[in-house]
């Protein structure tokens, strides 16, 4: 456990991308596995990172799970998990996947390397009408569907 704490306070991992749509910094899950691989080589640990497709109420998504694992403690994990939309304007199936793989990904090393992401696409202000219109009509849509093939709420 020592190194895992060594590694969440010696990490530096910058909003290096800009999301020139949303006007906003991130940083993604390359700028985050780059700013910890030296911290794993100096500290005698690793991760593994594994996706799995999963669905729930007929929505796919993909969880990503984070084991980190040193000489000095058990392997622990941390998961995160992002949907999955297939019909993607301007991505194909892979990419969709991929993006959301990514996405996962990231949130899963963020929870594990204690990485703030306070100022993202997840924080920004969502509540123009259309998009408050899409939410409610897919969420209904998703619970219905869920409903008819015995998930339980």
């Known amino acids: ?35 910890v691989k030296p911290l794993l080589e100096k500290h005698n640990a690793s991760i593994l990172i594994t996706d799995e497709i999963k669905e729930v ?21 941390v998961r995160a998990q992002a949907g999955i939309n297939p019909n993607r304007k ?3 199936i892979a990419q969709s996947f991929g993006s959301s793989s990514s996405y996962a990904r990231k949130y899963a090393l963020a929870g594990l390397l204690l990485l703030d992401d306070n100022k993202d ?8 009408e259309e998009f408050q ?7 209904f849509k ?12």
Do not use: H
């Open 121 to 128: 696409s997840d924080s920004m202000d969502n509540s123009k």
């Open 57 to 77: 109420a007929g929505i796919p998504y993909v969880e990503a799970t984070v084991v980190f694992k040193s000489s000095d403690s058990e392997a622990l994990s």
């Open 133 to 139: 219109l899409w939410a409610a009509k897919n969420w």
């Open 1 to 35: 456990m020592k190194a895992l704490i060594a590694i969440q306070n010696e990490i530096k991992a910058p909003k290096g991308q800009v999301n020139k749509f949303g006007n906003y910094n991130y940083r993604s899950c390359e700028d985050i596995l780059m700013a």
């Open 90 to 92: 301007g991505m194909d």
């Open 142 to 153: 998703a619970a219905k569907n869920g409903l008819q093939s015995g998930v339980e709420k």
